[in-house]
T-cell receptor, first 114, second 110 residues
């Protein structure tokens, strides 16, 4: 398995633009998590899905952030409009409901909003 | 809500010295997981502890879960430059949601 795949790896965009981050979880995993990591706030859980259904989006900072999971193999995190304070590394992770609840992380997307 | 506190925030050691990071909670934890994140990388799972007083070893790494299941530690014996990174503890709920500590960043002088 290729692991959790995120794209793009790096994104530089201007303030006010729409940004879409993409994630392909490990096949067969039924949990998908979106995290944001900054030096100031560490790892923050934004939202997570179980069987493609959003379970907890309390970590989504504002209405500018939205996430979807149209099927078991794809999820997106969208920021519209983007702001400089959204600059961070965004990680997607997946896990399986059975067995060890280890979370497998993607390589992350480094977002810079200028 | 439940929080997991991790100390120290930073640790700088000479290669060959030992290193320990601690994870504490005010409530009883069902489990504790440890992850390592290399600079520029992503968190990678190291281990999970679930039993009171549990001790597990991975080469030079020793993981402990407290008797009351409210604290945990990760000890590295004779650090190497390859140990550089940030070590996170996390508690996994039944819903697979992880509550994370802020991490301990380890720097190793060769």
């Amino acid at each position: 398995d290729a692991g959790v795949i995120q794209s793009p790896r790096h994104e530089v965009t201007e303030m006010g633009q729409e940004v879409t981050l993409r994630c392909k979880p490990i096949s067969g995993h039924d949990y998908l998590f979106w995290y944001r990591q900054t030096m100031m706030r560490g790892l923050e859980l934004l939202i997570y899905f179980n069987n493609n259904v959003p379970i907890d989006d309390s970590g989504m900072p504002e209405d500018r952030f939205s996430a979807k999971m149209p099927n078991a193999s794809f999820s997106t995190l969208k920021i519209q409009p983007s702001e400089p304070r959204d600059s961070a590394v965004y990680f997607c992770a997946s896990s399986h409901r059975k067995g060890n609840p280890e979370a497998f992380f993607g390589q992350g997307t480094r977002l810079t909003v200028v | 809500g439940q929080q997991v506190m991790q100390i120290p925030q930073y640790q700088h050691v000479q290669e060959g010295e030992d290193f320990t990071t601690y994870c504490n909670s005010s409530t009883t934890l069902s489990n504790i997981q440890w992850y390592k994140q290399r600079p520029g990388g992503h968190p990678v799972f190291l281990i999970q502890l679930v039993k009171s007083g549990e001790v597990k070893k991975q080469k030079r790494l020793t993981f402990q879960f407290g008797e009351a299941k409210k604290n945990s530690s990760l000890h590295i014996t004779a650090t190497q430059t390859t140990d550089v990174g940030t070590y996170f503890c996390a508690n996994a709920g039944n819903n697979r949601k992880l509550i994370w500590g802020l991490g301990t960043s380890l720097a190793v002088n060769p």
